[in-house]
């Protein structure tokens, strides 16, 4: 299993600047970078702390890029339902030669309501967007000459600038949360897949279903299957929960005050249970998460055991990317746990 750190911002300027919150992000990526992790990842969200502070991953992880050598730099996900194709394919080939082919790209679908009202997009136009979004980058990316009569964004002739390093193009992830048909949909274009760390028998289900679809297109291998999950390593397991409890609780308030218009009356055919879903999330904790398996918070003998047994339920994963910031944590516990993780829970995990 390969591990990464998700950069995923849920703070405000009452809790943080921007320039303190890049400045310690940045340090713990080039850090990262030093000490063997997989890949730096990033969302696209807006206007409100939770996300607000990544806009453009591909500006972070640009700056990533100039503080590191060998990491993967991973958009966990850029959103088509809000940007123009030729725009995000251009920028997309632009990073990709700036970091000398490390970039990953993965998209999602977008899901929070007030994002769709400020930009004017109709939550029923999502799944159209995101179809129209990422088969027209993919071909801006691949060839020349481009011309597309979308229902969204049409263009002639266009040849997109510059050309990605990576052929035929950097590696597509998709976000996918409980839906059999993404999942399915992922494998059968041979596209990772993000998810979320699920109760262990529906996500070993919805793995499966992943890869039945990705050997029945005829991709080699099995695709790739990355969950993220709250993580924070300390010498002790009380030292562990002391520092990540109320951050790590923090950061689910912030995902249920940002999708809280999910309960009070948003509805489309494109978003089937996520009234139901934001209703859980919005009584979920990090010591519930921590019971289940899908919260890593502990010592790393604990974090080595609640890894194995995890992964053994679900069936395997390939990845798994570390939020290790939630929230207002301090960057000093985020530290703590990058270099506990790298030195005595990476090394006791090669064999899973």
């Avoid at 992790?37 to 990544?54: C, L, M, N, T, W």
């Avoid at 136009?125 to 071909?139: A, H, L, M, V, Y």
């Avoid at 990316?141 to 390093?165: I, W, Y």
């Avoid at 798994?320 to 746990?337: H, R, W």
Wanted: glycine letters at 10%; charged letters at 20%.
């Amino acid at each position: 299993m390969q591990f990464g750190l998700n950069f995923f911002p849920c703070v405000g300027p009452e809790d943080k600047s921007g320039e303190q919150y890049f400045r310690e992000t940045l340090g713990l990526a080039q850090l990262g970078d030093e000490l063997g992790y997989a890949h730096i990842r990033q969302v696209e969200h807006y206007f409100k702390p939770y996300g607000g502070y990544s806009p453009n991953p591909l500006i972070f992880l640009t700056a990533v890029s100039q503080r590191t050598k060998r990491i993967r730099l991973l958009t966990g996900a850029v959103l088509p339902a809000f940007n123009n194709p030729l725009k995000l394919a251009g920028e997309i080939g632009m990073l990709d030669g700036i970091s000398g082919g490390r970039l990953d790209v993965g998209f999602a679908r977008a899901f929070l309501p007030h994002e769709f009202a400020a930009f004017g997009v109709s939550l029923d136009d999502s799944r159209r967007r995101f179809n129209e979004g990422i088969t027209q980058i993919k071909r801006l990316l691949t060839e020349d000459n481009v011309s597309a009569d979308g229902e969204f964004h049409s263009f002639k002739n266009v040849t997109s600038l510059p050309r990605p390093m990576q052929r035929p193009h950097p590696p597509f992830w998709i976000a996918a949360t409980s839906t059999p048909e993404t999942f399915e949909t992922a494998g059968k274009n041979g596209w990772s897949v993000m998810a979320i760390p699920l109760e262990p028998e529906r996500m070993r289900m919805l793995i499966g279903t992943y890869r039945d679809a990705w050997r029945s297109a005829g991709h080699p291998g099995h695709g790739h299957v990355m969950n993220s999950f709250t993580t924070c390593c300390a010498p002790t397991r009380a030292e562990a929960m002391d520092a990540a409890i109320a951050p790590s609780n923090g950061h689910l308030r912030g995902l249920a005050s940002a999708a809280k218009e999910w309960l009070g009356g948003a509805s489309t055919k494109d978003y089937p249970g996520y009234d139901k879903m934001i209703a859980h999330i919005s009584s979920e904790t990090i010591e519930n998460q921590i019971e289940q398996g899908v919260g890593w918070v502990g010592s790393p003998a604990d974090l080595v055991n609640m890894i194995r047994d995890y992964n053994k339920k679900v069936g395997g994963i390939d990845s798994a990317s570390l939020l290790i910031m939630p929230s207002n944590m301090a960057a000093k516990y985020a530290e703590q746990t990058v270099r506990l993780f790298a030195r005595d829970v990476m090394p006791k995990l090669g064999d899973i």
